[in-house]
Every structure is written in structure tokens, then in C-alpha cells.
């Protein structure tokens, strides 16, 4: 049976004063400070535009952290935060009200609206301090005792309604007011827009950074120079950057490979790049070396996906420093069909005692180029997560890798190709032959280690767009069910 539980005196007594929306400056003045989160937080959800406003101005804490409760961004509750901002810096000190230091407008969450201490509130202006510590911002930043407004963008060629007002309102103050920018995604944008907005936005403060652009190859070099100023970048995603590619018209082969470089020289410049995703970016084929070869730290994740690399790309994998405490490495969709492995077990060999994750997925390798890597996956200690789909392996090499999987007792999820032997010789998935063989694979696998979530998987069928995959049993494609 469920019991009703009443509701607090203090759930009461807030929900009658956001009812009645008639508070002055007053008596908000003299509300106990561990009312204002709880009441902020109901005049957000009932969007009570005059109550928002008159509690920023007499908001009694170091932050303000209100993007964690504004879950869709509405254009007039965004204007009434702005508007308490503005108006709060015009009235001055008030002996009860703390100084506004942050304004926190991204959405993420945030502890502070579930305890409402001072205490809580030193947490976090100390987790605010600790994070521009980290990002090292040049001393005459620290002299500024400005109130800082912190803000994730992403920017498009059609900014919304609430997007267009809050740029211009940030303009308007860049001046007063210190604005700083942690995630920034830039999609179908004209670089020539960007310079009004990292006018405002101080580039050296992103931490992560989605490029996703039609851009032509002298655009990407003109974004160059805003990019290395990203020097505090954690996680750069570039994706995708297809149609800049090589041998654009009119423009000289020479002219192409000063452009890329001008782009590629930026790497150089992160102080504490950990995670680099590159999706379709074909413009820095044989550019891997001066890309990786010159970070300053060390990565986390390399993902280059369904991009062109080239011999040379490869030979670097195996000397490039910072490649050398990998975690996650993924090549998903990168041909490797006809280059030579033994770099890239070099490196597999080299991060073997803490890798977690790779990803092969649609390499196209063949049996010759499973056997070079079968050395280094034995030694793969911490591999939880593992990804051969869409490789051509027939069934004996597919079991001598599994015997190199011994040593695999951290492993989660691990995903191979169905053998060859399922098709016949028109390249058709044979029903037979699949659940037998994937059986036989499978019963190879439990006499090795017990396997957690395990699965043989044949390539897409080009009708359903399906794969026919076994793990406990054979699970066959729309076409066949």
C-alpha cells in the first residue's frame, strides 16, 4: 500500500509564494538564503518570467548555476536571467547579498541545488577556481574581478531565436563581463562568421571542440590560426571534413600541402589534448606523423574513422611518443587491406598492458595481416572491448586468434567476423554453414575463458541492411526470418 507522504512546510511555503509571484526586492532581501535554490528551481519549471528575474538580482550566492535547470533553452526565461544580471550590477552592495562571481549557463548537472549550504557554495566556486587553474589562463585574466559567464555553444548558420538574442547580449557586455566557453560545436558555418564570436569568447578556454563543416580547403586554413589558439583543448572531433580533400581547382599541389600544414602545425600548440576523433578526414592522409608526432601530451583515445591513411600514416603509429599510454584505439572503416601491420603492432605492443578498447571494425584485413597482430593481442592484458567485424578471416586463423585471447580475463564485449567459410561461392550466407561453424567457434571460445558477451557476425545484408549474428544461437537477417 502506498502511503502519502505530505509535504513539507518548506515545500508549502514555496509553493505559495511562487503561486502568488508578488515578492519585492524586500522581501526576497530577507528570505532565509536556503529558500532561493528550492524556489529558483520552481519559478524555472513554472517559468514565472518576474519571479526568475527578481530572485537573480537577489541571488544570495558566489554562482548561479541555472543552466542545469533550464533543459530546453526558452528565450524568455533566458532574457529574465540576463535581465536580473544586468540589473543586479547596477544597484550595487547589499550587506545580506554575496558578490555574483558565476553564472553558470551550461547544461550539466550540478550538486549545488541539491544542498544549499555556504559550505556547498564554496565547493563550488573552488571547483570553478580549480577549473580555471587547469586551464592555465594567462595572469592578466586573474586580475579581472569580473562576473565570469560560462556557456557550452553550438553554433550553426541558423542560430535559433534564443542563440541570436544571448550573442548579441554577450557583445554588448564583453567588455564588463567575462565570458568563457568550455565546449564549443561550429556545424555549416563561414569562418568569417567565427570572428565576432571568439571576439567574445576567449579560444583559449574550450576545452572540447566538434568541427563539423563544408569548408574548403583555404577556409580550413583560415580557421587555422583560431585553432591553435585552442591550446587548452582536452577532446577535438573533426568530422566530417570529406570535401576538403586533395587536388581542388585551381590551386597548385604546392599551395594544397602549405595549406594542410599551416592546419596540422596547430597540434602542436595543446597543452593537454587527451581524446582526438577524426571522422571522413581524408585531407591529412601522410600528415599523421606531424599530427601525433608534435603533442605535447600523451592521448587517451585515437579514433580515426572511415578516413584515408596512407603507409607512412601507419609507420608513425609505432615512434609517436604520445601515442604510447592509449586506452582506446579505434581504425573503424580505415582500409588496411594492402599496407604493413607491424607498426601498428609495434604500438599494440607498446600500450598492451593498459589498452581497453579497439576497434577494428571493417579494416578488410585477411588472414596474412590477423597473423602479424596475433603476437600483440596475446599480450593485451586490460582489453575489455574488442571489435573485428567486417574482416575477411577464414575459420583456422579465426581460432588461432582465440587461442591468443587466453589472457583476455577482463573482456566484456568481443565481436568477430563470421569465417569465410559461411559463404558459398556466390559471396551468400549459407544457414548451415553459419550456425555450425559459429557453434564450433563458440565451443572454442568457452574451453579457452568464459566468454561474457561474445558474437559472430556475418557483413550488412545489402537488402535489410541487417547482419546475421550468433551468439547463444543464430540470429538471421530480416530477409530470413
Known sequence: MNVHTPPTLQKLAIQTLVREEALGMSDLEEMAHGLFPALFKEAIDGRHIKLIKALVIAWPFHCLPVGALMRTTDVETLQAVLDGVDIRRTIGFHPRRKKLQFLDLRNVHHSFWNIWTDSEDSDYSAEILDEKKALQ???????????????????????????????????????????????????????????????????????????????????LTRFAPYFGQMRNLRKVFLAPLHKIDFHLPNRTRVTEVKCINKFASQFSKFNCLQHLFMFCVHFLRSQMNQVLGCLMTPLKTLSITYSLVSQRDLDSFACCQSLFQLKHLELRGVVLLDLDLMPLRGLLMKVAGILETLDLQGCRMKDSQLSVLLPAFKQCSQISNINFYNNEFSMPFLKDLLQHTANWSKMNVEQYPAPLECYDEFAQVSVERFAQVCQDLMDTLRAIRQPKNSSFATDICHTCGERWVFDQVANLCHCWQ
Open 137 to 219: 589562463v594567462r595572469p592578466r585574466y586573474a586580475l579581472r574581478q569580473r562576473l565570469k559567464v560560462t556557456v557550452d555553444l553550438c553554433i550553426r548558420s541558423c542560430l535559433d531565436e534564443a542563440q541570436i538574442w544571448f550573442l548579441k547580449w554577450a557583445q554588448e557586455r564583453k567588455g564588463s563581463l567575462y565570458f568563457c566557453c568550455t565546449k564549443m560545436k561550429i556545424w555549416t558555418l563561414p569562418v568569417k562568421a567565427l570572428r565576432h564570436i571568439f571576439h567574445v569568447f576567449d579560444p583559449e578556454h574550450i576545452m572540447e571542440l566538434e568541427l563539423n563543416t563544408e569548408w574548403t580547403l583555404l577556409e
